[in-house]
Each structure stands twice: as C-alpha cells, then as structure tokens.
C-alpha cells in the first residue's frame, strides 16, 4: 500500500466513524494524492479539529512514514514541526513548537507552543503551555491550559492566562494575572488578579483582587 492508499484508507474509516457529510467525504474519495487530501481538510477543518474524525486522525498519524508526512507538507499541513506558513496539527510532540508568520496552529494533545508574529493557536486541550508574542493570537476552550500573552498578542476564551507590557485579552472564565496589559474584558466567573484597575472590564463591574508578586 502506497502512503497516498494508507492516509485515504485512514481518513475514509474516520469518515464513516464520524458520519461525514457527504460533499467532504465525496471530495476525499476522487483526491489522487496526498497534497489533494490536505486540502479537503483544510475545506473542512472545523471536523478535523473538533469532531471524532480528529480522534481517529490522531491516534493514527504515528502511522505515518516521513515521506507521508513530507507530502502533506506540500499540501500546507505540518505535523509536530515548526512553522512559518500554513495549517500545524500538534499532536503528542516529542518537543516544544514554535509558529511564526502567518502559521496557524491546533493543540490536539498537551503541548507547549511559542508563536509569534501574526501566528494562530487554537487550543481545546488542557495540560497545554502557550507563550504569544509580537502580534499572535489564541483562542483557548480549557482554564486547565496556561497561556502567556506578551507585547500586542491577543487571547480569547477559557485559561489561565499572564499578561504582560501591551496585552490584550478577553476571557469567559478561568484565572488572570495581570503584569500589564493595553486591555483585560473578563466575564463570567473569572478571577482577576491585577494591581491596575485601568483597561479591565469585569463582569458586573467586580473590582479586580490586588496581584501578588509570585501570581
């Protein structure tokens, strides 16, 4: 079996074991490589990253050989490996990752990753260490997953998050503690822990708890 036949083989199982629709799963069937099949999952990576078609693509990745994975390079997807452009699928990697440029990066397992510049990171998995720097983004879904928001970098959603210098975070519960910032929104049952009151928008006008040095 050729790596294009083994990676068809393994996304048409984990069509039928999510129920795929069946434009996304018509359009796997008629792909003739595996450049071809990035982009059919770049068509639908809402079902990719978060439905149980990602379980099955994860568990069975590591069955993947190095000349499998080259090739869903040239398609623009990246596994466990730094990046600068594309769509990088972090699963169970032996070692930090760093994303910069225009990346954009998904957390399927706990990970620790850097990203800078313009890069993305999408996160639904707790146990997970993210930094942003320069402009970067992140939308976290775990308060179990610690994000550090640097300079002018951006972070949406549920962690426990550090802000320092120009950050600008918006957050639906979890923890913030707060070095500096340009703008903290926090809402719902969120716990800030800050020694400014300038720039936090607190759910119900609650007044920020005074930060210690060792938050």
Known sequence: MTDFEQLKEICRVACHERNACKEG??????????PDIMQVWKANWDDVFRSRYSDIMVK???????????????????????SERGYVIISNPKKPVS??????AYIFTPAEVTATDNAQVYCRTAGSKITLRGHAYCHCESRDTMVMVYNF???????????????????????????????IAAYGDTKVYSNATKGIETARGIKPEPATLNS
């Open 25 to 34: 799963f018509s359009a796997l069937m008629q792909t003739e490589s595996i």
């Open 60 to 82: 069975r990745l590591v069955e993947l050989s190095p000349s499998a994975i080259e090739e869903m390079r040239k398609g623009g997807v990246f596994v466990n490996e730094d």
């Open 99 to 104: 994303v910069g440029g225009t990346a954009r």
């Open 153 to 183: 970098a951006k972070a949406e959603g549920q962690m426990e998050c550090h802000t320092y210098n120009a950050a600008e975070v918006m957050i639906q519960g979890g923890t913030i503690c707060d070095h500096g910032h340009r703008r």
